[in-house]
């Protein structure tokens, strides 16, 4: 079973702060790395996603950061905000062998305090 | 542009009793997933169809099965419901299987009592 493991399960940061999200997985055929984040009673959304050839992306106060060799990936949110409240899920797909399911981490609820 | 729509948003059901739940795709997408998400195991992948065809399946019992109509749409059912079955069950459309952008419905919340 492909996992994806995700830290940590809560996260409270002030307005204004950085608020960082890790994931690692196992699997090295995996080759795209989404970002959801999903408010309550909405299904996920896609925020940003980075492919294992980058290090780093970057839109707007979202930045994510890519270590291949250490198959982790981050979430950074600069200048959190409370409408960033949410629960934001990482994700990873293998496209190999035909399986094209995004296999999610577990979520991290964050609170943005104002 | 219409989203993923998702019908109905609540369901309940009691043990043993099977449903259907339905997703009707963004238009001009092709391939629908459906994934389980519960508070303990998170979101789990079901399966995927893609042209009325099953391409992909995930670690469910048979009791999960699926279809997908001629225009995209598609159907979930899970028979002989067990309490464990309460979840929020999300559908996904793409427009192809070659992309990796999943646009997600808000889901049909699912309560097996």
């Known amino acids: 079973q492909q996992q994806v493991k995700q830290s940590p399960q809560s996260l409270i940061v002030q307005k204004g702060g950085i608020s960082i999200i890790n994931c690692a997985y196992e699997?090295?055929?995996?080759?795209?790395f989404p970002w959801y984040q999903q408010f309550p009673g909405k299904g996920p959304a896609l925020l940003i996603a980075?492919?294992?050839?980058?290090s780093e992306k970057k839109e707007g106060r979202f930045t994510i950061s890519f270590n291949k060799s250490a198959k982790q990936f981050s979430l950074h949110i600069m200048d959190s905000q409370p409408g960033d409240s949410a629960t934001y899920f990482c994700?990873?797909?293998?496209?190999?062998?035909?399986?094209?399911?995004?296999?999610f981490g577990k979520g991290t609820h964050l609170i943005i305090q104002p | 542009k219409a989203g993923v729509t998702q019908t109905p948003r609540y369901l309940i059901k009691t043990r043993g009793q099977q449903v259907t739940l339905s997703c009707s795709p963004i238009?001009?997408?092709?391939?629908v997933s459906w994934y389980q998400q519960t508070p303990g195991q998170g979101l789990q992948f079901l399966f995927e169809?893609?042209?009325?065809?099953?391409?992909n399946k995930g670690n469910f019992p048979g009791r999960f099965s699926g279809r997908q109509f001629s225009n995209s749409r598609s159907e979930m059912n899970v028979s002989t419901l067990e309490l464990g079955d309460s979840a929020l069950y999300l559908c996904?459309?793409?427009?192809?299987?070659?992309?990796?952008?999943?646009?997600f419905g808000a889901g049909t919340r699912l309560s097996v009592l």
């Open positions: 996904a459309s793409r427009p192809g299987t070659g992309e990796n952008i999943q646009y």
């Open positions: 699997n090295t055929a995996f080759d795209y």
């Open positions: 980075i492919r294992p050839d980058v």
């Open positions: 994700a990873a797909r293998w496209s190999g062998g035909g399986a094209d399911g995004l296999t």
């Open positions: 238009s001009g997408h092709r391939s």
């Open positions: 169809y893609f042209s009325e065809t099953q391409r």
